[in-house]
């Protein structure tokens, strides 16, 4: 079984953009990466600090 291509699921992947099929998905899935397309939630949780004025 072929891997498909993950931004388009239609296409195997070419070894020469491999995870991808193409120049182009490989291009639009490091476009999400550079605008954020892939964040994770925020888990809501303060995050710790080390100064101890800010208390």
Known sequence: MMAT???CR???ADDKYKPFCSKRCADVDLQRWFTGGYVLPDSGGDVP????EED
Do not use: A
């Not at 600090?49 to 101890?52: H, L, W």
């Open 10 to 12: 239609r296409h195997p």
């Open 49 to 52: 600090t080390d100064d101890p």
């Open 5 to 7: 291509c993950p931004i």
